[in-house]
C-alpha cells in the first residue's frame, strides 16, 4: 500500500524566515511520482511540482526548492526567505502505475506567515 | 476561463435529501477524478473515468453515491440520502492519459470544489 506522511500539522513563522516543510512517503513501486500542491484559502489545489522516482537532483525555483532523498523515502519542500502570501496549506502527493496514477495525499501542513 | 470548474461551489441540505455536483474538467483531458476532502484532512480518492468509462471506485464511494461522466465530457457525482457525514469538499480534477494510462499532463489540474454541509 502506498502512504504519504506529513508529520508537522501546522507551522508558524515570521515573514522572510525560512521554513521547511517534511514528507515522507512509501511505496514499493520501482517508478513513481512525487508532488506538491498548494491550497489556500479560496480551496483550489495549486500544483507546484512534480518529481519522478529516477531524477533525485533536487530543484530550484524562486523561492521554493525541493530536496527528494529516495534513500530517506523523503520530499522535503523549503521555502526561503517566507512571505504572507505564502500561508495556506500544503499537501505532499505520491503517485504510480500500480495506483492507476491517482494521487494519494498526506495529510497536509498548514503554514502560517506572519508579518 | 479554460480552467477545471465546479458547480456549486456550495451546498447546504437536510440529511436525508438528494444532491448533485458537476464538474467540467479541461476539454482536452480524457481523465477525471473525484476526490473528498474533509476538515483538517488531505484529499481522499472516490473514483475516476477514462473518457466515459468508470474504471475505479474506492471503498469510500457507498451505495448511496453514484457518479457518470456521460459522453466522457462533464461528470456528475450524486449522494442519495445524504448524512451528516458526507459534508466535505468535493474535488473534481482532470488530466491527460496515455497509452497505459501514464499521464501526458504530468500532473492532474484541480477545480475549486464543492462545498457540502449536512444539517
Known amino acids: 500500500a502506498q502512504k504519504v506522511t506529513q508529520a508537522q500539522t501546522e507551522i508558524s513563522v515570521v515573514e522572510k524566515e525560512d521554513v521547511t516543510l517534511d514528507c515522507v512517503y512509501e511505496?514499493?513501486?520501482?517508478?513513481?511520482?512525487l508532488f506538491w500542491y498548494k491550497q489556500p484559502p479560496s480551496g483550489e489545489l495549486v500544483f507546484l511540482i512534480r518529481r519522478n522516482s529516477f531524477d533525485e537532483q533536487n530543484e530550484i525555483s524562486g523561492r521554493y526548492s525541493w530536496n527528494f532523498q529516495k534513500s530517506t523515502s523523503s520530499f522535503n519542500f523549503t521555502i526561503t526567505a517566507s512571505q504572507v502570501v505564502d500561508s495556506a496549506v500544503y499537501f505532499c502527493?505520491?503517485?504510480?502505475?500500480?495506483?492507476?496514477?491517482?494521487?494519494?495525499f498526506g495529510s497536509g501542513t498548514r503554514l502560517l506567515v506572519r508579518p | 476561463d479554460t480552467g477545471v470548474s465546479q458547480d456549486p461551489r456550495h451546498k447546504i441540505t437536510k440529511r436525508g435529501q438528494n444532491v448533485t455536483f458537476r464538474c467540467d474538467p479541461i476539454s482536452e483531458h480524457n481523465r477525471l477524478y473525484w476526490y473528498r476532502q474533509t476538515l483538517g484532512q488531505g484529499p481522499e480518492f472516490l473514483t475516476y473515468f477514462q473518457n466515459e468509462a468508470q474504471l475505479e471506485k474506492s471503498r469510500l464511494l457507498s451505495d448511496r453515491f453514484s457518479a457518470e461522466r456521460p459522453k466522457g465530457s462533464f461528470s456528475t457525482l450524486e449522494i442519495q440520502r445524504t448524512e451528516q457525514g458526507d459534508s466535505a469538499m468535493y474535488l473534481c480534477a482532470s488530466g491527460s492519459a496515455g497509452t497505459g494510462g501514464r499521464w501526458v499532463t504530468g500532473e492532474l489540474f484541480f477545480g475549486e470544489g464543492s462545498r457540502l454541509t449536512v444539517l
Open positions: 502527493a505520491l503517485n504510480s502505475q500500480d495506483s492507476s496514477y491517482k494521487l494519494i
Open positions: 511505496t514499493r513501486d520501482t517508478t513513481y511520482y
